[in-house]
């Protein structure tokens, strides 16, 4: 199965800071990579699909890009409400695999 | 609007059964695939098992594939995930989670609120 590994596992940012996440696959997947967000006990939210699309209803702050191996998901200025965990997720064959997280935690 | 609700959780013992459903409505549920992913307590996600959107194929983690068996009833808008020879690592909330895209098996863009399983004895 493909694995994908997240830099960093846990981030400490104060708001207004540009934030970047890095998610890198065990080989390549072309554009097949989505970014979920997840806030304690709720279920995940979609932010970016195909690797660099913006979901509807996401803020512009956000956004992804790469292809094949190395990603990136940038928070362009933290607002309060980002704070949360982060997650990779690839989905280039029916062996879906999701990164470790990100944990995003106030300074 | 899209709505999944998933049902069916609880505190099973070890080597037991459970059937979870996901209710899905808002959506042409026949149009799409549906997926399980897990989370255990303080853990993060993982992937179970997917299931296209006409039942014709069907996948899994390697972690239950023998034990769970997905699959889904398009005349009632409804996904199911039977869980058998359940062990402690299976406890965890389990979510339900729709594609993006028709007919495919890629970003997850609904989930539902999700149920837990605990095995424990």
């Known amino acids: 199965a493909i694995q994908l590994t997240q830099s960093p596992s846990s981030l400490s940012a104060s708001v207004g800071d540009r934030v970047t996440i890095t998610c890198r696959a065990s080989?390549?997947?072309?554009?097949?990579l989505a970014w979920y967000q997840q806030k304690p006990g709720k279920a995940p939210k979609l932010l970016i699909y195909d690797a660099s699309s913006l979901e509807s209803g996401v803020p512009s702050r956000f956004s992804g890009s790469g292809s094949g191996t190395d990603f990136t998901l940038t928070i362009s200025s933290l607002q309060p409400e980002d704070f949360a965990t982060y997650y990779c997720?690839?989905?280039?064959?029916?062996?879906?695999?999701f990164g470790q997280g990100t944990r995003l935690e106030i300074k | 609007q899209v709505q999944l609700v998933e049902s069916g959780g609880g505190v099973v013992q070890p080597g037991g059964s459970l059937r979870l459903s996901c209710a899905a409505s808002g959506f042409t549920f026949s149009s799409y695939g549906m997926h399980w992913v897990r989370q255990a307590p303080g853990k993060g996600l993982e992937w179970v098992a997917f299931?296209?959107?006409?039942?014709?194929?069907?996948y899994y983690a390697d972690s239950v594939k023998g034990r769970f068996t997905i699959s889904r009833d398009n005349s009632k808008n409804t996904l199911y995930l039977q869980m058998n020879s359940l062990r402690a690592e299976d406890t965890a909330v389990y979510y339900c989670?729709?594609?993006?895209?028709?007919?495919?098996?890629?970003?997850?863009?609904?989930w539902g609120q999700g149920t837990l399983v605990t095995v424990s004895s």
């Open positions: 080989q390549g997947i072309s554009s097949a």
């Open positions: 997720q690839q989905f280039n064959n029916y062996l879906i695999t």
């Open positions: 299931i296209r959107y006409d039942g014709s194929n069907k």
């Open positions: 989670a729709k594609d993006l895209f028709i007919a495919a098996a890629d970003n997850f863009d609904y």
